[in-house]
């Protein structure tokens, strides 16, 4: 059994998204790990982050993003499709550049792979998510927020990323531009692993996160819609009382250690 990491990314360390720790995170688990990295902005570090960690398994693609051709936040899931398709392994698992897998779960999520490897009925394997939201300390359980996705896939060339990448679909037949399209489009039959991932995908540094979502919002609804948007909004994103998250009791994966000392904004 082969097991294929991949993800997308760009401008990750202009951004704040943790892609170092996404990667090495299951680094321990895959036999390769491809990226598809974007054509980040030149003071942007992301390739150097991703050379620091080392390892002979990571193979780096460079791509060029055209939110022009693939709109609505569909180039996230063309670039997701590009890093799927330099994949080799039997199993695939999709992480974005924001989800972290904490090291205890990497015996399951392995024995679930072996588990249904032979087994054509399981197209995926589903996760449970942890959601953080402004600190390390506090996360989203309210309805909005997914519970569950789609994180490990088998290769098979009719799966695709869907929409915005959150997910997958078996589309046969796929133009290959059109990643929202409804019909023609299968849910995957997937199994639940008594896992998680972890997405820290709103735990920024106020003002990094509000140039963070200035981008996603970019990428969903364009440059002159966005301008207009932001115009007056403040330079910092307001988290509100975080009082109002849930606690979070557990532990994080060892490889947030060092990200996660860099805290240096006050929880409301």
């Known amino acids: 059994?082969?097991?294929?990491?991949?993800?997308?990314?760009?401008?990750?360390?202009?951004?704040?998204?943790?892609?170092?720790?996404?990667?090495?995170?299951?680094?321990?688990?895959?036999?390769?790990?491809?990226?598809?990295?974007?054509?980040?902005?030149?003071?942007?570090?992301?390739?150097?982050?991703?050379?620091?960690?080392?390892?002979?398994?990571?193979?780096?693609?460079?791509?060029?993003?055209?939110?022009?051709?693939?709109?609505?936040?569909?180039?996230?899931a063309h670039q997701t499709d590009i890093a799927k398709s330099h994949c080799t392994g039997d199993w695939l698992f999709y992480l974005q550049a924001d989800e972290v897998v904490h090291e205890q779960y990497l015996p399951t999520i392995r024995q679930s792979c072996e588990a249904h490897l032979n087994d054509p009925a399981v197209e995926g394997l589903l996760f449970g998510y942890v959601h953080f939201w402004g600190d390390y300390w506090h996360h989203q359980v309210a309805h909005g927020w997914y519970k569950n996705e789609i994180r490990i896939i088998r290769n098979l060339p009719d799966i695709h990323a869907w929409e915005s990448a959150q997910s997958f679909r078996r589309i046969p037949g796929f133009d290959g531009q059109n990643y929202r399209?409804?019909?023609?489009?299968?849910?995957?039959?997937?199994?639940?692993?008594?896992?998680?991932?972890?997405?820290?995908?709103?735990?920024?540094?106020?003002q990094l996160m509000q140039r963070k979502k200035k981008s996603l919002d970019t990428i969903h609804k364009g440059e002159e819609r966005v301008a207009e948007l932001y115009r007056h909004r403040p330079a910092e994103f307001d988290y509100?009382?975080?009082?109002?998250?849930?606690?979070?009791?557990?532990?994080?994966?060892?490889?947030?250690?060092?990200?996660?000392?860099?805290?240096?904004?006050?929880?409301n």
């Not at 990667?23 to 150097?48: H, K, M, Q, Y």
């Not at 399209?181 to 106020?206: C, D, E, I, N, S």
């Not at 557990?250 to 860099?262: I, L, R, S, Y």
Request: hydrophobic residues 40%; glycine residues 8%; charged residues 25%.
């Open 240 to 267: 509100g009382p975080l009082g109002r998250a849930a606690k979070f009791t557990g532990t994080h994966p060892a490889v947030m250690k060092d990200w996660m000392e860099k805290f240096n904004w006050k929880a």
């Open 181 to 206: 399209q409804q019909g023609g489009t299968f849910k995957l039959k997937v199994v639940k692993v008594p896992a998680f991932v972890y997405h820290y995908g709103w735990v920024r540094p106020p």
């Open 1 to 76: 059994m082969k097991i294929s990491g991949f993800t997308m990314v760009k401008n990750a360390t202009l951004l704040y998204y943790p892609i170092r720790q996404a990667i090495e995170s299951i680094l321990p688990l895959v036999d390769e790990f491809v990226v598809a990295l974007g054509d980040c902005d030149p003071n942007d570090r992301t390739e150097e982050e991703i050379l620091a960690i080392g390892s002979e398994k990571i193979r780096i693609v460079k791509t060029v993003w055209d939110t022009e051709k693939y709109p609505n936040g569909t180039e996230n």
